[in-house]
T-cell receptor, first 114, second 112 residues
Framework: AQSVTQLDSQVPVFEEAPVELRCNYS??????LFWYVQYPNQGLQLLLK??????LVKGINGFEAEFNKSQTSFHLRKPSVHISDTAEYFC????????????FGTGTSLTVIP | DTGVSQDPRHKITKRGQNVTFRCDPI?????LYWYRQTLGQGPEFLTY????????KSRLLSDRFSAERPKGSFSTLEIQRTEQGDSAMYLC??????????FGPGTRLTVL
């Protein structure tokens, strides 16, 4: 089975500063990787996904992530954050084959400070 | 395309009561997933359907939990004899390809 580790439970950052949210996974098979954002009392919204191809993936709201197979990582980055980016961020992995159930990390709470 | 919808959004119940939640997936999606999310944690997989067939249910938390998708469209998740530990957000997601899942807004359950 897969597992996901999000190394930082809370990340405070000043507005317009860059940010990186870290995600590592473990799996013995080929995987798909995702980042979701969750605002209070809402469901999950997809930020970006890696299925195949280029290891640098661009998503919505200026976010991007890089798949590093040798380090089994999929870190999320944004060069300049806004107040509206304050939210909970979840990294997820699923099998390329099979039932595609998602395994989520425990989340990183991003707080953007004015 | 109105997205995945869930009903109710909030449910408060007393311990020992039964509750049922509904999920309406995106219309052309044949896969439907249920997850549970407790405070401070990521969503945890419970079960999934491909059309009306429930292909994985070993991760349901106990025999008090059951799910159905009778016509391959909407799905229900029932919890019998609720306990305080069942308090959580219950999320539904749907997918056509299996590679990407679209999530609903969730049902927040509070068991008193």
């Amino acid at each position: 089975a897969q597992s996901v580790t999000q190394l930082d439970s809370q990340v405070p950052v000043f507005e317009e500063a860059p940010v990186e949210l870290r995600c590592n996974y473990s799996s013995s098979v080929s995987v798909y990787l995702f980042w979701y954002v969750q605002y209070p009392n809402q469901g999950l919204q997809l930020l970006l996904k890696y299925l195949s191809g280029s290891t640098l993936v661009k998503g919505i709201n200026g976010f991007e992530a890089e798949f590093n197979k040798s380090q089994t990582s999929f870190h999320l980055r944004k060069p300049s954050v806004h107040i509206s980016d304050t939210a909970e961020y979840f990294c997820a992995v699923s099998d390329e084959w099979g039932d595609n159930q998602f395994y989520f990390g425990t989340g990183t709470s991003l707080t953007v400070i004015p | 395309d109105t997205g995945v919808s869930q009903d109710p959004r909030h449910k408060i119940t007393k311990r020992g009561q039964n509750v049922t939640f509904r999920c309406d997936p995106i219309s052309e999606h044949n896969r439907l997933y249920w997850y549970r999310q407790t405070l401070g944690q990521g969503p945890e997989f419970l079960t999934y359907f491909q059309n009306e067939a429930q292909l994985e249910k070993s991760r349901l938390l106990s025999d008090r939990f059951s799910a159905e998708r009778p016509k391959g469209s909407f799905s229900t998740l029932e919890i019998q004899r609720t306990e305080q530990g069942d308090s959580a957000m219950y999320l539904c997601a749907s997918s056509s390809s299996g590679a990407e899942q679209f999530f609903g807004p969730g049902t927040r359950l509070t068991v008193l």
